[in-house]
């Protein structure tokens, strides 16, 4: 049970190779980070994966538990138990997040069967409760008048009920504020699992601080350039990404 990127492609529609060949495993249990500078690619390689319009993947493959994800679309990636946070889906005004939540899981089940209200909410209330959210959430609308913080929560809550295999998160180059960094955290690590994976994409180490990664990954100028143990992720923070200049130039 396993995400696999192999020699993954990727390119505009313009035609700019953006994904050099990225190759990297996510064995289900295991939590992976990509760090990497601005610009590397880090957000791009998960919006490929997650099926994202707008890019064009030219060679390599990626899949899931063995199928074949590129032939899916986002929809179809998403069944398949593929999870893509922080993509700050638009607001969804008049659609209260307690419906939205109930409709995406509605969707996945099969033709004619209903979804156990009581069961549903008792989920939900549950998981509300670990991430320190007002019940009055469940009435408001999606994403409408949110701050950064309750975006970020209601993203965790819709990743915690949806239970993807694999969930990819994108921390984005705007960063979350240590709050937030802890509501995530609590979400991921309580969703830690050996049937599950993750990939964090993270600009800074700060979120490892609170989510120990299994393997650390560098990401420049759209390929891996290195990889390690949750070591790598501190040697950086330390240092920073001046060994990816040496070795351009040496
Ligand atoms: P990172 O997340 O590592 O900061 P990105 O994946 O966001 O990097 O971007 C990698 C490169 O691809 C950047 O130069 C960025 O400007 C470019 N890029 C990514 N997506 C698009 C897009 N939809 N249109 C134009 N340029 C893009
Ligand atoms: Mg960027
Ligand atoms: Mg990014």
Avoid at 45 to 50: D, M, P, R
């Amino acid at each position: 049970m396993s995400l696999v990127i192999t020699d993954l492609h990727a390119q505009l529609e313009d035609g700019t190779e953006i994904l050099k060949g990225v190759s990297l495993e996510i064995p289900a249990g295991e939590v992976h980070a990509i760090m990497g500078p601005n610009g590397s690619g880090k957000s791009t390689l998960s919006k490929v994966v997650a099926g994202h319009e707008g890019y064009e993947v030219t060679s390599g493959s990626v899949t899931l538990d063995g199928e074949d994800l590129l032939e899916m679309g986002i929809d179809e990636r998403s069944r398949a138990g593929v999870f893509l946070a922080f993509q700050y889906p638009a607001e969804v005004p008049g659609v209260s997040n307690a419906n939205f939540i109930r409709a995406a899981l509605q969707a996945r089940l099969p033709e004619g069967q209903e979804l156990d209200a009581v069961g549903y909410y008792k989920s939900l209330y549950e998981k509300m409760d670990l991430l320190e959210m007002d019940r009055k959430f469940t009435g408001r609308s999606v994403n409408e008048g949110f701050s950064g913080g309750e975006k970020k929560r209601n993203e965790i809550l819709q990743m915690m009920m949806l239970d993807p295999k694999y969930c990819l998160l994108d921390e984005t180059d705007s960063g979350l504020d240590i709050d937030a960094l802890k509501i995530v955290a609590k979400g991921v690590n309580s969703m830690r699992s050996p049937e599950r994976g993750f990939l964090l994409i993270t600009h800074y180490q700060r979120l490892l601080n609170y989510i120990a990664p299994d393997h650390v990954h560098v990401m420049a100028e759209g390929r891996i350039v290195r990889s390690g143990g949750p070591e790598l992720a501190l040697e950086l923070e330390e240092n920073g990404y001046d060994f990816l200049k040496e070795a351009v130039t040496a």
